[in-house]
């Protein structure tokens, strides 16, 4: 019994994302020891690097970070397995679903399908910069407000799209939320919510603008 | 996804040195929307990718009476759309760019990229190759070909064409450059795409080591443009059919009408026959209408996508007509 109570402690210490990043940690280690070799010799070629790890610098929400990082690792996975920042959600992994919407020089990208190393000088911005002292941006409380998602997977890169796409306009017609937010789906179905989110946060970022 | 060697060459000239002359182990990385997700997959496996977003020239768009419209491979479809000579010039440009219905692939892919993305067969991206074979037989006629061919389907190719700039560049009499060791060449669009009859042909006449570095519109005042796509859903996809119209009127009569089809054959597929039943006529529906029906008199659809002629021959009907309303 004693023996089988510890064990279960020891499991609920370890968290998902904790193991999944263990396991994570243990592959690319493997491949950066066969990489180095290769990459010194693509040294001497004019401008090629990798296969193995090379330094990529990243600007991510105004904060700078260095990474070394295969040509192969896409932004998103450098975001979410290499520096923690797991907003952005992996679902289909093919430049379809939208779930991995960031913003790249205030435009939204599939995030799954730039490698990172192609990210280098751009500005990256994620839906961790959105909340500041906790306080939700207008999108994102009008999503909670006009129940516009469900599982909740789609719902970060809906924001972001969300949020680019009032950036540039601020007084959408429901045929323009439609088309400007093909790029992303929802498999449980929450788009009324979301037009309605959309159409709120309209508004309150006018009103804000006003009092502000 | 397989490790691959990474170059982001300044020059045009040191993007094609680091070219293979054959397929395969090198890859030109642009947009990136079709390639990645087909390393993703395994169906490219380049072991060297060189990266073509940094060489300026390559991100340059001019227009001019005199010398048209000139789209460097690498300016995004977004940057097509928001280019207020191409609104105010090319509308139906803007109507075929606008098919991408997504925002991020709107922001990411490049008007190259849309001309050489490859395919969207199952087979093929499965892995069973562009001409789906299995023991030598393609799998196509008598497998799942509810989106394949319905013209220019004899075999052994049996895919479609997956562009939709295509259909509206061909109508517009556009221009590719391509650069290769070698020097430049010039091709009509018409002439980018090829319909592959053998393993290891690809569909662009596209040499490995060259890269398409320039779209060129000849600017034609006076010509009226439309096109009109049919599609599953309203989100992103590709059409199951759409036409390109470029046509003008004079003195109550069609001229110079060009008809292209696109998402039907394994090329954009012009339509003479439907060419021949506008020239000269007065426009009306009776008349779009005869021209859907001789774009599609040659169709030979396969045992699942006979509903796909009647999409075809109402693309053509309706682009007609929309041309015909837009004005200059």
Known sequence: MRKKRKLKSEAGALTRRDFLKGAGVTVSGGLLATGAVTTAQAAAQEGVVGPGPVPITLRINGRVHRLSLEPRITLLDALRDHLNITGSKKVCDRATCGACTMLMDKKPVYACTVLAIEAEGHDITTIESLTENGRLSPVMEAFWKNDAQQCGFCTPGFVMACTAFLEKNPNPTLEQIEKGLGGNLCRCGTYAGIRRAVLEAAKAMKGGQANG | ?328
């Not at chain 2, 207020?84 to 990229?113: C, D, F, K, W």
């Not at chain 2, 221009?175 to 795409?193: D, E, I, M």
């Open chain 2, 1 to 328: 996804m397989q490790a691959f060697e990474y170059a982001s060459p300044r020059s045009l000239q040191e993007a094609i040195r680091l070219l293979p002359a054959q397929w395969g182990p090198t890859d030109v990385l642009a947009g990136g929307t079709d390639l990645v997700s087909a390393m993703k997959d395994g169906i490219s496996t380049p072991q060297r990718l060189v990266n073509i977003k940094q060489i300026a020239e390559l991100h340059r768009m001019t227009f001019s009476p005199r010398a048209g419209l000139h789209i460097g491979a690498t300016v995004t479809l977004r940057e097509l759309l928001d280019d207020g000579a191409v609104q105010q010039h090319y509308p139906g440009l803007i109507q075929a760019a606008e098919a991408a219905r997504s925002e991020q692939l709107l922001n990411m892919g490049t008007v190259g990229g849309e001309l050489l993305q490859r395919p969207r067969c199952w087979y093929y991206r499965n892995g069973y190759g562009l001409l789906a074979l299995r023991d030598g037989k393609s799998l196509v006629p008598e497998g799942e070909n509810q989106y394949h061919a319905i013209l220019g389907n004899a075999g052994p190719a049996y895919f479609v064409s997956p562009s939709f700039l295509a259909p509206i560049l061909i109508a517009l009499g556009a221009t590719v450059q391509l650069h290769g060791p070698r020097g430049a060449r010039s091709l009509p669009v018409q002439k980018l795409f090829v319909t592959p009859t053998r393993v290891g042909q690809r569909e662009h006449d596209l040499a490995p080591n060259e890269i398409l570095t320039e779209i060129r519109v000849p600017y034609r005042p006076g010509v009226r443009t439309a096109v009109y796509e049919i599609r599953e859903k309203e989100a992103l996809d590709w059409p199951l059919a759409m036409a390109a119209v470029a046509l003008r009127q004079e003195g109550g009569v069609l001229r110079d009408p060009r008809v292209v089809l696109g998402q039907v054959a394994p090329v954009p597929w012009p339509s003479p026959e439907a060419e021949r039943t506008l020239t000269g006529k007065k426009p009306s529906e009776d008349l779009a209408d005869a021209a859907g029906r001789a774009a599609v008199a040659q169709a030979t659809p396969l045992s699942k996508n006979g509903y796909k002629v009647q999409l075809a021959r109402i693309a053509v009907k309706r682009a007609i007509l929309s041309a015909v309303q837009q004005g200059g």
